[in-house]
């Protein structure tokens, strides 16, 4: 095992005394809740109590404070196991505590006047963004009925006939210059759709046809080719007068339009003023608003009079102005009490961030400030928004634009997909709005330090930790309360209520689950999940309450319908493809125990290991390892172990040993600590040569002072070698050595617990392997003396061993025969390729 040097005083300081084992007594195997202690008959009695936070006081406090403060970069984030409560509890004081802030304001797109691809965003208190929305509907059907009569009024239609008789004179004076013109150069001049058309005559006042114009003189048609021209000109001149006329004439008459419309606007518009009499941030954005929708349709008066001509482009038109005057509210507040909650599991861009709509029209999308929608952020402004890390850490578009977000306070409302569609599209930039929420993120455990270290810009944004507890310390208060969880959870479901012996069962579960006779597991899911189990149970016996015997009817269903990989491993057990025995004695031969976690069910499984040992330097070879089929922990537990065996012999130093361990039969790998004492106590058997109990399994693992510790899925791994001994038949001298500190976490099954009871089955524990090894061997362990160990001790049986082991070694050394040395003491050997 390596060339150490024995220190002289050596076996002063190691000496190993040897202790009595402990059998556990039936009652020390599970924990009893006394139903009379509940202090009720059946949970109907607690439904009007108030469900508390069961065993979650720090994470409870956390929430409350992240959920009170005001400032920014508070937000939550709360790890936890999926069942702990951490989503329902933290959404119940989500709503607790929206319930006292205020509501907040309603947002709002408008139309932008001046650029119509930039909606304006604007914040109304809760309802009057509604209130506007209706408001300036109303206006819009108002301003269809009311202008056109107001155009339409006597006085109006008197001064618009005046303008109109104005100019039409002012034209028919122009136009009878320029027919007087025409006339002295021998043209006829008249007016036909809106055109001027001229033509020559002759000395006789007719038209001049060709005919008769090729048989003038030249000169003739020279003079006639001249006036032609000076007529052109002076149409010209009338033309371009003409056009400042009708300008004047439109304009006189649009002032006049504005001039008896203004006042019915103004009075309208300052109608919606008043109606929104509450002071708001927006005030002035929406007063500028409102002054551009009174310019806006002063400048489209003519819109409302029909046109016989073109009446088709006109309502085309008029419905495109009065469109303008729409209010999307995207956020309603109205009628609600406090701020929001939003729980938001499917965080899709669109639903988190807010979307805009678009629609075909010959082949482009189009769209407008009417199609802009609220996501969940702008829904819960003021308020709280839950989300799940594991929905944000799919989505890389999602996870970027929330951390901009999150960096800024501020929203814009985007569709991300639109810079790679298909057809043309118009685009729109809708105005950026502040978001006050508060995020309560979820995540696991693991998570939640992936982000801390891989993301700590985005780690920083989340300065409130809610950590929920797996499970909780076991007090009168805590039965009370899952008590009461009980009681809810029937009245929520529509239940039949449990009886106290049926709740002390299923709290005695929860002490199962959390492994721990003085803890209680916080995975309320599990409790929740069984008590609608065993409500079925005590419903198909027709029962109105349930019963003690209805849980555990629903326990062993639980287990009936998950068990079946473990009753096929005990199947081969009893048809001999697993080589296990379970009576007699046999030397470098163990039983260990081992757990099987499978997801949805975990179980434990017995499992042969046996150790070999001869002449030799390699030291100990671990096979698991060497075949990497181990995992870490497992092979730090291989070398605690070398390390007690090197100190426990550490006066033979070097030894001279080889020696090999395996777990038989084992082809998926192995993982754990666990193992490590039946390992040794294989080894030490494989040593001393003396034949250990094969009736007694062992778990445990070991520090480099021999001493027992504690190791997880304790019952599992009882049971499981229960069941093997049961289906192998059970001699009453089988049983199981486990480390004295798991005594607590015993929560066996009744018929386990029978079986103790009735002398057919034992549990021992021990807090130093040398305890366990005398029980395994029935052979003192042995303590060091200046002579080394007793002859007759397990340690001195080995001794004995080590030592011809080196004088076989140092024989071969006198013949000449050496293996190549490894640095540390073994051999050379090739690598295993991986």
Not at 408 to 432: D, F, K, T, Y
Request: net charge negative; with cysteine; glycine share 6%.
């Amino acid at each position: 095992m390596g060339d150490i040097e024995a220190p002289h005083n050596r076996h002063q300081n190691l000496k190993i005394a040897s202790m009595p084992i402990a059998k556990v007594s039936p009652a020390e195997l599970c924990l009893r809740v006394d139903p009379s202690a509940l202090g009720f008959a059946d949970t109907s009695e607690l439904v009007q109590q108030p469900l508390p936070w069961i065993g979650q006081e720090r994470a409870e406090q956390a929430g409350r404070f992240g959920l009170q403060m005001a400032q920014r970069d508070y937000n939550l984030f709360v790890l936890g196991e999926v069942g702990s409560g951490r989503t329902s509890l933290m959404t119940q004081m989500m709503f607790q505590e929206a319930a006292q802030r205020p509501v907040p304001p309603d947002l709002c797109y408008l139309h932008n006047f001046e650029v119509p691809e930039r909606p304006l965003a604007l914040r109304l208190p809760a309802g009057e963004g509604r209130l506007l929305r209706q408001l300036m509907a109303d206006l819009a059907k108002w301003l269809q009925v009311e202008i056109p009569k107001r155009l339409l009024a006597p006085d109006v239609a008197a001064e618009c006939e005046r303008i109109t008789s104005a100019h039409k004179s002012e034209e028919d004076s122009a136009f009878a210059s320029l027919s007087a013109f025409a006339q002295a150069r021998n043209f006829g001049l008249m007016r036909e759709q809106g055109r001027l058309v001229f033509t020559q005559r002759d000395d006789q006042g007719e038209p001049l046809t060709a005919g008769k114009a090729m048989t003038l003189a030249p000169e003739q048609r020279a003079a006639i080719d001249a006036a032609e021209g000076e007529l052109r000109a002076e149409i010209s001149r009338f033309l371009e007068k003409a056009r400042p006329r009708e300008l004047a004439m439109n304009e006189a008459l649009m002032a006049l339009r504005r001039q008896r419309i203004k006042p019915m606007l103004d009075h309208q518009l300052q109608e919606i003023r008043n109606q929104l009499r509450k002071q708001i941030k927006d005030s002035v954005k929406l007063g500028q608003y409102l002054e551009q929708v009174q310019h806006d349709l002063l400048e489209n008066l003519e819109l409302f009079q029909p046109d016989e001509d073109e009446e088709d482009e006109r309502i085309a038109a008029l419905l495109a102005v009065v469109s303008r005057l729409r209010v999307n509210v995207v956020v309603d507040n109205h009628g609600r009490e406090g701020a929001p909650v939003i729980v938001d599991d499917n965080p899709l861009f669109r639903s988190l961030f807010g979307s805009i709509e678009y629609e075909s029209e010959d082949g482009v999308l189009v769209t407008d400030f009417s199609r802009i929608r609220a996501g969940s952020l702008l829904k819960a402004h003021g308020g709280f928004l839950m989300l799940h890390l594991r929905d944000l850490v799919v989505d890389e578009l999602v996870r970027e634009k929330l951390r901009r977000f999150l960096r800024s306070g501020r929203l814009q409302i985007e569709e991300p997909g639109m810079v790679n569609a298909p057809v043309s599209a118009v685009s729109l930039q809708p105005e950026s709005v502040d978001v006050d929420v508060k995020i309560v993120l979820i995540a696991s455990v693991e998570d939640y330090y992936l982000v801390q270290e891989g993301d700590p810009e985005f780690a920083r944004r989340f300065r409130c930790k809610v950590d929920f507890a797996e499970s909780f310390k076991a007090t009168a208060d805590t039965r009370r309360a899952t008590s009461i969880f009980v009681a809810h959870t029937c009245r929520k479901l529509g239940l039949p209520h449990f009886s106290a012996p049926a709740v002390a069962t299923l709290i005695e579960q929860t002490h199962r689950e959390a492994e721990d006779q003085t803890r209680q597991s916080a995975l309320f899911a599990h409790t929740e999940a069984l008590v609608m189990e065993s409500a079925g149970a005590a419903r198909l016996r027709g029962a109105a309450r349930v019963e003690t015997a209805d849980v555990r009817a629903a326990i062993d269903a639980r287990r009936h319908r998950h068990d079946y990989p473990e009753q096929r491993l005990q199947e081969s057990i009893v048809d001999g493809e697993r080589l296990l025995t379970v009576s007699g004695e046999r030397a470098g031969q163990v039983n260990g125990l081992t757990v099987l976690d499978l997801g949805d069910c975990q179980f434990g499984f017995p499992v042969r290991v046996t150790a070999s040992t001869h002449a030799g330097e390699e030291g100990l070879l671990d096979i698991e390892r060497e075949v990497e089929m181990a995992g870490p922990i497992h092979n730090k537990g291989v070398l605690i172990l070398q390390s007690y065996l090197s100190a426990l012999f550490a006066h033979l130093a070097p030894l001279a040993l080889n020696a090999a361990v395996v777990f038989e039969q084992e082809y998926s790998g192995v993982e754990g600590d666990s193992a490590s004492c039946a390992e040794f106590y294989a080894l030490l058997s494989a040593l001393s040569g003396l034949p250990l109990r094969q009736g007694i399994a062992v778990t445990g693992a070991l520090n480099q002072h021999g001493e027992m510790l504690p190791v997880g899925a304790i019952n599992e791994k009882i049971e499981g070698f229960f069941r093997s001994c049961e289906l192998l038949g059970l001699d009453g001298q089988q049983g199981v050595l486990i480390p004295r500190r798991n005594r607590q976490h015993l929560m066996l099954a009744p018929q386990l617990v029978e079986a103790v009871a009735t002398g057919r089955f034992h549990i021992y524990t021990a807090d130093h392997a040398s305890e366990g090894m005398e029980l395994l061997a029935q052979t003192p362990f042995g303590t060091l003396g200046p002579q080394g160990y007793p002859m007759q001790s397990v340690l001195g049986r080995a001794q004995m061993t080590l030592k011809a082991y080196r004088r076989a070694c140092e024989d071969l050394d006198t013949r000449g025969v050496a293996s190549p040395r490894h640095p540390l003491g073994r051999p050379r050997r090739e690598s295993p390729r991986r």
